[in-house]
């Protein structure tokens, strides 16, 4: 998980990473929560907050200065919220599902935004990126922040599902390698349990791109009054990309399970070659054991025993017989 940096942090209050007023799309200055309410009230201005895990006393004073909804400032204040988008009044309340790697391992967050028409607020809980170069990209497109905060909402989903992609990107590697393990036709138990943890993890990460691609269909067809119909490109191209993870993590995870039933196709056919090997010698040692069987039983009138010629007769015709049946089961494929 990525640290805070002390100079992100604003000495009014430990959750608030940034505080900001853009006007015409331009950066004009730091905002204490105290003159947001003052600031809102400025025409062609909106304000970008960005919270870390606030407490319950500091968002009620956020919720008073922007006029926020009982039920969405509940929301906010816990995580393990499902993924969603909802309307309260004149402003959205979204719950987005974050991916961060942290340790060469996946971890999952929440960012839990506010969008009006003069504010977008930025809740994050859990693993989770700073969105300090989010801002600063956003920023050096002031002909786009001009258009208010549906733009700023934009870069921050374009941002959670990019990261989606860099981990996809990591599965699918990890996919080509487990591939590799799993076309032998020994069986592999540390792949299997790969495949299965590969598998587990694809499903975590397609169950946070779903509700995105839900959450940007209804950016892109509603709530004219808050994204603009000159953004909704860009939301349909997060929307793309968010399908995207979707498809290559429903294909990947076929793929594994493909591979897995290869695998133990293989090693089926393999057994059942070991099986047809042996059982094709145990016929072939069942000719000297019939007859040498036969003739260790203590029977008194065994003609060929008198006979001089009766040993190499029993030999020639034991080897002729497996020599016979050698060729025959080797022709068929079974030796």
């Not at 599902?97 to 967050?109: D, F, L, M, P, S």
């Not at 699918?172 to 393990?181: C, G, L, P, V």
């Not at 042996?278 to 016929?283: E, F, H, P, V």
Request: hydrophobic share 40%; net charge negative; charged share 25%.
């Amino acid at each position: 998980m990525n640290s805070i940096s002390n100079e992100d942090k604003k000495p009014s209050c430990d959750s608030v990473i940034n505080s900001v007023a853009y006007r015409d799309g331009k950066r004009l200055q730091d905002v204490t929560v105290e003159d947001i309410s003052e600031v809102l009230k400025e025409p062609d201005t909106f304000v970008w907050l960005g919270l870390w895990q606030p407490e319950d006393a500091y968002m009620r004073s956020i919720q008073e200065e922007f006029g926020l909804h009982d039920l969405a400032i509940e929301d906010a204040l816990t995580a393990h919220q499902r993924p969603k988008i909802e309307q309260y009044g004149e402003s959205l309340f979204i719950v987005t599902h974050t991916a961060q790697k942290v340790n060469e391992t996946i971890e999952y967050g929440e960012t839990h935004l506010f969008l009006g028409k003069n504010f977008l607020i930025t809740v994050r809980h859990g693993a989770s990126s700073s969105y300090k170069e989010i801002r600063k990209h956003a920023e050096e497109r002031p002909e786009m922040m001009s258009k208010g905060p549906g733009y700023a909402l934009y870069c921050v989903l374009d941002s959670i599902v990019d990261h989606y992609l860099e981990i996809l990107h990591q599965y699918t590697e990890d996919f080509d390698a487990i591939e590799k393990m799993m076309f032998r036709n020994t069986f592999n138990q540390q792949a299997v349990q790969q495949v299965y943890s590969l598998r587990r993890d694809l499903l975590s990460l397609r169950n946070a791109a779903v509700p995105m691609e839900d959450i940007c269909n209804q950016l892109s067809h509603h709530y004219e009054e808050l994204m603009p119909k000159s953004l909704r490109a860009y939301i349909r191209d997060v929307q793309d990309h968010a399908n995207q993870v979707i498809r290559t993590t429903d294909d990947v995870r076929e793929m594994l399970s493909n591979a897995m039933h290869v695998n133990l196709a293989l090693v089926s056919v393999h057994q059942n070659e070991v099986v047809q090997r042996l059982a094709g010698w145990g016929a072939i040692l069942a000719i000297p054991t019939v007859i040498f069987s036969l003739y260790g039983m203590n029977f008194k009138n065994m003609p060929e025993l008198d006979d001089w010629w009766g040993y190499p007769l029993t030999l020639g015709v034991t080897v002729a017989g497996c020599v016979w049946l050698y060729w025959k089961l080797k022709k068929s494929g079974w030796l």
